[in-house]
């Protein structure tokens, strides 16, 4: 299969797997994965039940019932999206007329209307959206292909307005080899990506990554609404930084012609955490500042009697450590400590300047200091 191919679904359907109708040579593929088939006036996904699972806009699924541009995503395997109708992207001059500031709901209406004579259910979403209806988060996930599981990892942050994506971060991935470089073209070539006016790519300070990034940029095409493009922060210790952007910037204005003059790269001497919420009988200052030489660990500790007669009691640590060689603070939860980075569960994350902590029963923000 080459991407992009269309796969034709029969009322009786077609299975997944190794041995299905559809076979998938995959490493986490079953004999018989999954089966997408039509009941009762419905197309619907059946998940086997074996050991690897089966993402539905990147939530586990064992039936669903398929709506027009869901994302179906066999683990460890191929991502398909589900249509009911032909598809059809929008006219390139009707996206650069929405891309003109400011992006007016008379011009976002015109744009819906355009999308659904092309076949395209995006058009009802910001129809929607126009009206004051509020999309779910699995809702925003169905435009995102292979990465809406990035997003429900808090690896990829995104802000909507008026139905339509207008920020997008990228953060916690390595830029070696091409999946990085394809995870930024996936971006950038999605059509609610047409409207992106502000794009975060985090680099791990390393000149060779913002180089390879605007590569992947520039093969991405135009992208008319782009104004404000951050290759992510780098600590002040960092000297390459100006000779980066003296080179890369030609080579950006010319995909993104609006783009806003401004750094490339974002400084920083340290970071801390401010306590918006502590954590009970806890002694923790208003302002924590995180070490840069060794990790800074936050300890939640339960009230309660003693566990064996001892002295010991339950706890949860986080553990901040800023990492050698990479413009970024990482956070890493003790095993099966609770925690939320922007409302999203994460086992350990990368941190940008602003997130949201909820670490157990205690609430955070993280703030680089400039």
Known sequence: MLPGE??????????????????????????????????DGQWRLFHYGFSFATFVNGSKRLEWVLAHNDVVEPELGPVFRFLMRPEGRSDPAVVAALAENPASNERLAVWADHLLERGSSLGERIQAALKGEQPSPED???WLGPLARLEQQAKLD????????????????????????????????????????????ECAGRRANATAFTEAIEHSGPLPALRQLSFGDCHVG???????????????????PRLEKSPLFSTFRGARLKVLTPFPNSQYPPEITISDVTPTELLDIPAGPAELGGTNRSFNYW??????GR????????????????????????????????LGRGLFRFELVR
Request: proline share 5%.
């Open 140 to 142: 925003s996930r169905r």
């Open 319 to 324: 553990r901040f450590k800023r990492e050698d």
């Open 158 to 201: 995104l802000k909507w307005r008026d139905g339509v994506l207008e920020s997008a971060a990228l953060r916690d991935i390595e830029p070696f080899g091409a999946e990085p470089l394809a995870m930024v073209q996936q971006l950038l070539q999605l059509e609610v990506a047409s409207t992106l006016r502000s794009l975060w790519l």
């Open 6 to 39: 269309l796969l034709l679904l029969e009322d009786g359907g077609r299975s997944m797997g190794t041995e299905g109708e559809l076979r998938l040579k995959a490493p986490g593929m079953a004999k018989q994965h999954c089966r997408i088939h039509f009941r």
């Open 238 to 256: 960092d000297t390459w930084m100006g000779d980066a952007e003296a080179t890369l910037w030609p080579r950006l204005k010319r995909v993104a």
């Open 327 to 358: 413009g970024r603070y990482r956070l890493d939860p003790s095993r099966g400590a609770p925690t939320l980075v922007n409302d999203k569960p994460a086992a350990m994350a990368a941190l940008r300047d602003g997130d949201l902590l909820q």
